[in-house]
């Protein structure tokens, strides 16, 4: 194995100055794991020394740092695999840097495709040659596919199995492939492609209008167009084009799993022209040519768009990546997660589905604040969602006016997806009605809370049937008769109460939420059971955590502290009363009427009955 000149452009003695940069989020983009503190390489300067950064890390928030850069290991191991004369020039590794950059932030993506680089890795001749003496290759390839996947699982994310493995074969293919990829094509009877793997996942590598001449026959796919063009549905992620569909008037779009569509409608099919959006690797993209804007709502996390009126639809930012669900008979609830004061993600419930695991786990990705709240709105039997609004500060710009949308059943319940606020700070909010005289009940809701794009919900919109409903109300629900029982005036001006409320008039059990994972086990929230058999939700009900417990004619509430913020401790029956024995001033007795409201929030969580 050759190692690496002195000569070179990235030799430490060529490097001219050292100062510690902060990275950022921004990852190798040869190994694609995060930087540790010490030397890297960077493309725009030969040498620097990375910082040590906390998390979250105020330095890498503001710092300026180096659009690509590479740990000084990464790029030694690389070019140790070249006899020296086939090195990889600079201009190599940036057009490698440029390609493989996604469009979104690394934290999104970070650790997609892992297992299948290493799998690469572990096969690769290069690997071979460097574990040769301690690895059994031989003895790998006997084993079954799952043991291979174990393997694999284990051993990644692995830095150097990533250089040598992906890493090496895409620069293998931006210096020798052959095939052009015109920037035009004409949309013809029949379209070509081939495909390459990256990180995983096949992406369309070249799109023709004849047949590919550098590909196999095998490497290569024929899709012929239908005779009426519709529209053309792009299968696209953070780093690129994963399908193409042309879609006639009779056909309908199918989804594939990419985590994003993008709909291009076709208004004359004659003579289409399409730009291709290409990398040197494979396809980024495809815009269609046309004397007509496409539509600023395209991109969609499923092929199936809804139908939706302007007017239902609270817009801020023009093309989002909007995500829609039905609400329908299977819809249990609504669940939303806030943090910082503002809505992260909202989702229908329909029971602890791998779809709801999957929203809960991008949720913790996502919000990286300390203070996270889920807010569980239970939708009961025949009830429909009647109104819907978005409050939002009146004298920001709309950009920071922490939309929060705000929602009234059919049965006259209520729900705000925010913080409560104050009844003196009533004139700081609008809210924007996004139900109208006409409409029916709310068939669905779509908001741009997985667009990588965005940090937190700023597109809200509705669906409605065309069925012409009563029971709309004019003004909205807000909260503002109840208040925490003792607001300081420290607190009185902090955004950071949640509130959720019930009656507890014809309440006969309730099923607690406890966080075991914390050691003094916290009641976050509970589920209500009414004799009419309708459901409430208080405090945080969250179904990734234990939700069994049960208390039948919920009597007794015990309140405790933990590091100076109150908490509830426990709920107990009346059949509890003679063996309760908390100290006094802990125990709060719940009333047989009024209405209790669960306060929660980054001071701790309150109980108080009006
Ligand atoms: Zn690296
Ligand atoms: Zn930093």
Redesign the pocket.
Known sequence: MATSTESHPYSPAKASSQQKIHLGQNL?F????RPVAGRILSLSQAQIEAAECDIPCAGCSYAPRPNFW??H??YDILQASYEPQDQPTMQDLERLANATKPSCKPKFIEGDGDVDSAWEGLSSDNVRKVILHSFGHDLLYRLPDELRILICKFVAPC?YLI?LGETRRLIQTLRYNRETQWPTLRLTREIWLSRINYRGTRYVARLNNRPLEASSITDQECITLPDSLSQIVLLIDYLGLRGIQFVGHDSVPLPDGSPWYEILEIKDSQCLKINVDYNSIYVRNVNLISDEPSSAYRVWSSPAIPSFRMRNYHRIRDNPRLHYMKIDNSTRGLIAYCSNDVLIGLHTFTGLSKTFREFVHLMYKRANGSFKYWIYFPLNKNEHLTSAWVRRFAFRSAKASRPAPVIQTSLGRSVTFGPWHLNTDVELYEYHALVDGPDGAISGIFHDGLDPDSNYITEFGVTCSDVYLETKMRTPPMNTDIQPLTLSSKERGIQSWYVTRASLHGLVMVRICTDRDQPHSPCLGMLLFYRDEHIESLGQVRWDKDLTQEVVHPTFLENATVDGKPYIKGVYGDIDRNGFHSELGQVQELPRSGTIAWWFGQRGDKIVIY
């Open positions: 190798c040869l190994c694609r794991q590479c740990h290991i990464c830095w250089v």
